[in-house]
């Protein structure tokens, strides 16, 4: 499946549309109800199927239940949110099926086991869930980057699911993705071809581009420039100056890693066409292996050798896809569902948003993950928006473009949205913290990082966690982290040069820190908390305990990353050993630290070679919680099979 030779025998064109192009994924579900996102490629009805305890039900849904958004002339986003009345019991296994109708005859209905049976378990007829109230097995990750070669952590979660068959006990209760979900910034030149190949296949709607060197998105598609050499299409003005180097620019970290912004994605069909490619093995059916015209050698190098990588990744969508039919699947963004450093500084934020060209980027890409991630985390707190993007893709030109007013429109309002957190009435209740929209700005030096939540909404999730006894926060970056690598990412700040290297953490702005310490030793913060992070491109886990406090919280900082992703080895076991040596427990530098009211102890990973803390394998974190919501085992699940166990110090002694 995939970027075959042999695609090229039936020409794309010839090829008839799969009725159903991504999904069903299981986005939200609940005793009362079920979130399904999926993608047509053309307007249907659908037929409900719930099987549980041996019934079956079916039914037609309800106009009110499907709620349907053209992206394209031959691409139609659903999301389908099912009300239950009392049918759907917890803790039970429960399948659920779509059907459509068949054009083979008058009458018939085709199921999921009929259009996509990929995502049907070996011998199942339906894909199916569990839905669990009480948090027992929980299922996290970040940072899923296509052409990274290491596995792909969401074929580990298939594993996991199929391990687990029809044991309810075994099943986790969700899956919760942290952040960078596609990589918008930093995208193969192989899968930006496919992306084109797709965007004309499907008739994504194509836009007007202003102040840049093409004219709209047709013609970006096939300008010489579009492979490796996006940077370039800004006009070479003296106001585009900053922006290259703080937008297009932004991913060149030679300090930890290298990422290639040369291939930036830009239009809202890009981004659209991404998501279908991440996360279903159906698009790759419709693109052929074909090499754009490069110019450079060095291009065309970098290419094939992409070329195999993206191969690999097509290989496990097959997998990742079942995954994320059977389990209800949560997501937040961190910055690369945007672009690299999104939000980063106030200066930052002036440069990208007063230009024109980079404002529609970030819009693009926020519009995309709106449809694509946040609508189905809670689908009731884009009331208000929807029906503006409702607007955007039915107000299209007789050339199949959007309107360019419409469009800026639906971008300024994004901007200024302010509800892309949300919590889970879960048993310990999961928050999940947007920590890229709410800043906390240096307006007295904005180039330096801002915090990433400023007063008003640290002072929301305090109001939202007081009283509670246990609590899981979800986090993008963690709130804390490996010391050593903070303190780097200060040296580099002080210089002037916080994009060299990922310069956000919680405890790089002195107003956000505090805040954020003091909520740790108030009266009325829950006993136990569980912080779940991402964004590193490594895995640990710590145990934290307020110094010289008898009623202290109980926190644990656990960060799964990544999911197809790792940082560079050497480097990473560098700052290991630096940071055990500079930063132990008893280190007199960890009193010069904003924590240092705060007793640190990282847990050990089984397998560990040298005293690592650090566990540098791409796949999924799997959190274990007794019925107090505390942590009883913490563990990394490595994508190409076996994985660790992160223990405490009394399970280690």
């Known amino acids: 499946m995939g970027l075959t030779d042999d695609a090229v025998e039936q020409p794309i064109a010839d090829r008839a549309l799969p009725p159903v192009l991504a999904g069903p994924i299981i986005r939200r579900a609940t005793a009362d109800s079920l979130v399904l996102w ?13 099987a549980q305890n041996g019934k079956l039900v079916e039914r037609r849904l309800r106009d009110e239940e499907v709620q349907v958004m053209p992206v394209g002339i031959r691409a139609f986003l659903h999301l389908i949110h ?17 059907g459509m109708a068949s054009g083979a005859e008058e009458g018939s209905v085709r199921w999921i086991g009929d259009w996509a049976p990929h995502l049907c378990r070996p011998g199942a007829r339906r894909p199916d869930y569990v839905v669990k ?16 070669p290491a596995g792909d952590g969401l074929a580990r979660v298939d594993a996991e699911l199929l391990a687990a068959g029809d044991t309810v006990s075994e099943r986790p209760a969700l899956l919760m993705l942290t952040g960078d979900q596609i990589y918008a910034d930093d995208v193969a030149g192989p899968m930006l071809n496919a992306i084109h190949q797709l965007i004309e296949r499907l008739g994504l709607f194509d836009e007007w581009i202003a102040e840049a060197d093409v004219a709209d998105s047709r013609a970006l598609r096939s300008d010489s420039q579009t492979y490796y050499q996006r940077h370039q299409l800004l006009p070479d003005t003296q106001r585009n100056v900053a922006l290259l180097e703080r937008f297009f620019g932004g991913a060149r970290k030679p300090v930890f890693t290298t990422a290639n912004a040369r291939n930036h994605l830009i239009s809202l069909s890009e981004i659209i066409a991404m998501y279908l490619l991440v996360w279903s093995p159906v698009c790759w059916r419709l693109v052929i292996r074909q090499e754009p015209l490069l110019e450079s050698p060095k291009d065309v190098a970098t290419y094939r050798e992409e070329q195999e990588l993206v191969e690999a990744f097509v290989a496990d969508l097959p997998s990742a896809a079942r995954a994320l039919a059977h389990i209800p699947t949560y997501m937040i963004f961190d910055d690369h569902d945007i672009t690299d450093d999104w939000n980063l500084s106030a200066l930052w934020e002036r440069t990208v948003y007063e230009h024109l060209f980079s404002r529609r980027i970030i819009g693009n890409a926020l519009i995309g993950y709106l449809l694509c991630q946040g609508w189905g985390n809670d689908p009731e707190a884009f009331v208000d928006v929807m029906p503006r993007v409702t607007n955007l893709l039915q107000e299209i ?21 302010n509800n892309w957190h949300y919590i889970l009435p879960t048993s310990p209740p999961l928050v999940v913290l947007d920590t890229r929209t709410h800043r906390w700005r240096s307006e007295e030096s904005p180039g330096r990082p801002s915090g990433l939540m400023d007063w008003e909404a640290l002072s929301a999730f305090q109001q939202s966690i007081i009283g509670e006894d246990a609590v899981i926060v979800v986090s993008p970056a963690p709130v804390f982290g490996v010391k050593l690598i ?28 505090s805040v954020l310490l003091n909520i740790f030793g108030h009266t009325g913060t829950p006993e136990t908390f569980v912080i779940l992070s991402g964004d590193v491109h490594y895995s640990f886990a710590y145990d934290i305990r307020l110094r010289r406090a008898t009623d ?16 560079p080895d050497g480097l990473l076991e560098m700052l290991d050993r630096l940071n055990r040596w500079l930063y132990a427990p008893r ?12 007793r640190i102890t990282p847990r050990l990973p089984t397998g560990r070679e040298a005293g690592e803390r650090l566990w540098n394998r791409a796949g999924i974190g799997l959190l274990m919680l007794d019925n107090q919501g505390a942590p009883s085992a913490i563990c990394q699940l490595d994508a190409d099979g076996g994985g660790t166990r992160f223990l405490s110090k009394s399970e280690s002694a």
């Open 133 to 148: 109230d009480r948090l027992d097995r929980v299922l996290h990750g970040s940072c899923r980057r296509p052409h990274h």
């Open 486 to 513: 903070e303190v780097v990412q200060r040296v580099f700040t002080f210089l002037g040069k916080p994009l060299v290297v990922d310069a956000e953490n919680w405890m790089a702005h002195r107003g956000t820190a």
């Open 397 to 417: 030109d007789a050339d199949g473009f959007l309107s360019g007013s419409c469009q800026n429109a639906v971008i300024d309002e994004l901007l200024r949205f």
């Open 38 to 50: 999926l993608v047509t490629s053309d307007l249907t009805e659908f037929q409900l199927r719930i």
């Open 587 to 598: 280190s007199p530098l960890n009193w010069l630290t904003k924590r240092r009211r705060m």
């Open 82 to 98: 099912i009300q239950f009345d009392g049918l759907v019991s917890q803790g039970v296994l429960t399948g659920y099926d779509l």
């Open 552 to 567: 202290s919280p109980r926190i644990w900082q656990i960060t799964s990353s990544g999911i197809k992703n790792e940082f």
